[in-house]
């Protein structure tokens, strides 16, 4: 009897952590995939159906990123507040109401206001998140799994591409705004449901964050993270109505943003253990390299397997890079992992705050987005670069 209850023990272990890992999964798609990234299907329906200017889109996506970083600026410096389930409940109310009442008015002033605080909850959500599964895997013995919780991002990501083109359909632009936040209800309270359950039995594992080394071993990292943001969002707002305003490509627009998350979703596994084979460093060139050849390509793609090719080559880095730059954050913070995840994300949403403005402004007065796309490109270069020079990269990482 006492054999059988030991082997039964690691099962319930492994069931439980996958509960937690699959409730955090869904916080994600709630959080980042819809509450976040929604904005770049949907603002094509927003430009065909009110006129929508490039820089005023510019403004409403500088506005949520600005958010994002005052909420990643507030978990630096207050890290209590990561372990407040009201400050958390909270965030998670605001990033639904911001999310459907996005279609409740036509006035630029409220819609700004919205994408602002649905950026903070969208910060708050995406760092408490991190820690607490992190944390409940680790304990368990599955910390391997964790690279796996940001795959939530891209399947919001792909949930939402394929939901608006018929939600579009229904009732146009409002339409999809209140249906997406109304599928993201009903996710939350799932999410909620199975990701309740904690993990009580505590695996025994090697303790390699009993030493800090404090914000000076990343700032490298971070600055690197910087550019990656910078560069990055410029496809990840506007990659759908580039594609929308492409002749011949117009039908396939909303569905590029299902690419991009369908290619996202295994990116976070399958970088991560490209990453323990050779390393984080050469991971992470690998990632940069990719990412700002596709945008290259996204400059004068024509074809279907051009935008694809843009697309998945996207999909396919962007999360993959946020995964192990958090994970190499980690790892050089020890017991601050979450501080270091705060920091980082705050670099991170800085260049995402200034990228959008940045190349709405530039879309509207050179008519077209070939010299954005451009400066992404070097931006995501420039990152690379800086990885390259970044010597606090151990050895023991490609372990």
């Not at 050179?366 to 451009?374: H, T």
Request: glycine content about 14%.
């Amino acid at each position: 009897m006492k054999t059988e209850s030991t082997n039964r023990e690691p099962s319930q272990r492994e069931w439980d952590a996958l509960k937690v890992l699959v409730g955090g999964m869904l916080g994600m798609v709630v959080a980042m995939g819809i509450g976040r990234f929604a904005f770049t299907p949907i603002l094509p329906l927003m430009q065909r159906d009110l006129g929508m200017s490039n820089t005023l889109a510019g403004w409403l996506a500088g506005l949520n990123y600005l958010g994002y970083l005052a909420g990643a600026v507030a978990c630096t410096i207050a890290p209590h507040l990561l372990r407040s389930r009201l400050i958390a409940g909270g965030a998670l109310l605001l990033s639904l109401a911001t999310t459907i009442f996005m279609g409740a008015t036509l006035s630029a002033f409220w819609w700004g206001v919205m994408r602002l605080g649905g950026g903070i909850a969208s910060a708050v959500l995406f760092i408490v998140i991190s820690a607490e599964v992190g944390k409940t895997l680790a304990r368990s013995g599955y910390g391997h799994w964790f690279g796996s919780l940001y795959g939530g991002i891209g399947f919001g990501i792909a949930l939402s591409g394929l939901i608006v083109p018929q939600l579009d359909k229904a009732g146009g632009w409002v339409a999809a705004w209140v249906g997406t936040g109304s599928i993201a209800v009903i996710l939350a309270i799932i999410g909620m449901a199975v990701g309740r359950k904690r993990v009580h039995i505590q695996a025994p594992t090697a303790d390699s964050s009993g030493k800090t080394s404090g914000l000076r071993s990343i700032w490298l990292l971070g600055v690197a993270y910087f550019f990656e943001g910078l560069g990055y969002i410029v496809t990840a707002t506007f990659i759908v109505a580039i594609i929308a305003v492409t002749p011949g490509l117009e039908a396939f627009a909303p569905y590029s943003w299902v690419a991009v998350g369908i290619s996202s979703i295994p990116s976070t596994i399958l970088w991560p253990h490209l990453a323990r084979r050779i390393g984080y460093k050469q991971a992470l060139l690998a990632a940069y390299a990719l990412q700002a050849a596709g945008i290259l390509v996204s400059r004068h793609a024509t074809s279907i397997v051009e935008v694809m090719f843009a697309a998945v080559s996207f999909g396919g880095t962007f999360l993959g890079i946020v995964a192990l730059t958090l994970a190499e954050g980690n790892l050089r913070m020890g017991k601050e992992g979450g501080r270091a995840a705060a920091f980082l994300t705050a670099s991170f949403s800085v260049g995402q705050v200034l990228g959008p403005i940045i190349a709405g402004r530039l879309a509207d007065r050179q008519d077209g987005f070939s010299m954005p796309l451009l400066l992404a490109a070097v931006s995501v270069t420039l990152a690379g670069i800086l990885i390259a020079l970044d010597g606090r990269f151990q050895t023991q990482n490609q372990s």
